[in-house]
């Protein structure tokens, strides 16, 4: 049995609204009283490869789209929950603080830099320079990622379902990143280290929170040598800096 389409508790069309009518329109819907009942849900339409569409939304609403997004898509978000059917440009998510954004399609280079909170799953691949110099929050991406993936992030969790391009982990600190497929070369002092049960565990959860299929046991851990040479000494704790 096939489940109905949710319908929209409102609707605006972003091609004739400019960003203050769009956020003035989403600050006027009420908050719901009850905690337990989900927050309205907002129908965007008029998607036309805007940029910098729904950034610095805060608002604790539910979104649905389709359609394409320019560069910066959903930057520092927070609250939120979207779900876009469709594609996006350059530095979507950049420094999302929290809430949830799950994008149908691909996305272009930094996705998710610098966000330190939240989670930004993609179902397609994604270009260069995801997660760089991130400091929390998750991020996943079924397909493939470019070079660079992970530069300088200092915290949070990189999952990739596919394959990654050149020097994965450059400047990586006390960040892990699970990949599945193979990586053309991982940065300096960066290596591939067994997937531990607990680590099994928690991106299993991962996996489930971004509605991502697949076995946790097919991916591998990339992490810094040196956090992978204090685990096998026993460091019961974490140390401020990997590199």
């Known amino acids: 049995m096939t489940k109905e389409p949710q319908q929209p508790d409102h609707s605006f069309d972003i091609s004739q609204m400019s960003d203050s009518e769009l956020r003035s329109a989403m600050q006027s819907i009420p908050c719901q009283s009850d905690e337990d009942a989900p927050a309205p849900l907002v129908e965007l339409t008029g998607l036309q490869g805007q940029h910098s569409a729904m950034m610095r939304c805060e608002m604790p609403l539910r979104f649905q789209a389709t359609g394409e997004l320019g560069d910066y898509a959903f930057a520092f978000c927070r609250d939120a929950d979207v779900r876009l059917d469709g594609n996006v440009g350059h530095g979507a998510g950049d420094g999302m603080c929290g809430g949830v954004v799950l994008?149908?399609?691909?996305?272009?280079?930094?996705?998710g830099s610098a966000m330190t909170g939240g989670t930004l799953a993609v179902y397609g691949s994604a270009g260069d320079r995801v997660g760089s110099a991130m400091r929390g929050g998750s991020i996943f991406v079924r397909g493939s990622v470019g070079d660079d993936?992970?530069?300088?992030?200092?915290?949070g969790t990189i999952v990739v379902g596919g394959d990654a391009g050149d020097r994965l982990g450059d400047g990586l600190n006390n960040v892990t990143v699970f990949l599945r497929g193979?990586?053309?070369?991982?940065?300096?002092?960066?290596?591939?280290?067994?997937?531990?049960?607990?680590?099994?565990?928690?991106?299993?959860?991962?996996?489930?929170?971004?509605?991502?299929?697949?076995?946790?046991?097919?991916?591998?851990r990339i992490i810094p040598k040196a956090r992978l040479d204090a685990e096998e000494a026993g460091a019961g704790e974490i140390r401020p800096n990997w590199r």
Not at 103 to 108: F, K, P, V, W
Not at 149 to 155: E, F, I, M, Q, Y
Not at 184 to 203: D, N
């Open 103 to 111: 994008i149908t399609g691909n996305a272009g280079c930094g996705l």
């Open 149 to 155: 993936t992970g530069a300088g992030a200092l915290g």
């Open 182 to 220: 193979k990586a053309k070369s991982l940065a300096p002092g960066v290596i591939e280290a067994p997937l531990r049960k607990r680590e099994e565990v928690r991106l299993g959860l991962l996996l489930m929170g971004a509605s991502i299929r697949g076995s946790a046991s097919e991916f591998r």
